[in-house]
């Protein structure tokens, strides 16, 4: 299982540096993150992201919230098709949020990491890097989704540590969720 854990074990990767070529388009990308925004809508921004800076993609994928502990935001399964995200987590930054762009910046980071890992990138430490660097690269440095990438999440926002918990025995399916690769057989 891969997972997205928090606090970063030190000694923490340096930030990862922009790849060469040419820059998506950032102001698009993040236009779309600043206004209230479904799963769907957010998962597509990490779509097309990494789709943009690493040419990769992976249809079908479902997401569930589930009743983790504080410390895990997220998992996938090796070789499954659900991202589940931690709905403790997900509840206390979407009231502690100042802004629409910033809650969506997290959800997207969370998505982001879970969806590098569907796509190959197992080794935690490899995967938080790619997932700076794709961030860094659709939205450019000063964007909040960048500082979170290629931060702590635990440690820019330490309530996050006393996030409502469980261990992830409630599972809610999100529906409607990779709309633009699963509209033809799942509706």
Known sequence: MAAFLGPTPRPSPPPASPPE????L????ARRLESPASYDA?????REAVRRVLGIERPGL???LSDLPPGLGAYWQVTGNLIVMNEGL????RDRAGSPAEFNSFVYVILAHEYLHALGYLDERSVRQVTARVTRTAFGPNHIATRMAEGDLWRLYPFLAYAPGGHGRHLRVVPRFDLATTDQYIR
């Open 21 to 24: 070529g040419p820059v998506p």
């Open 26 to 29: 950032r102001p698009e990308l």
């Open 90 to 93: 997900v509840e206390v930054m």
């Open 42 to 46: 957010i998962f597509q921004v990490v």
């Open 62 to 64: 479902g997401l569930g």
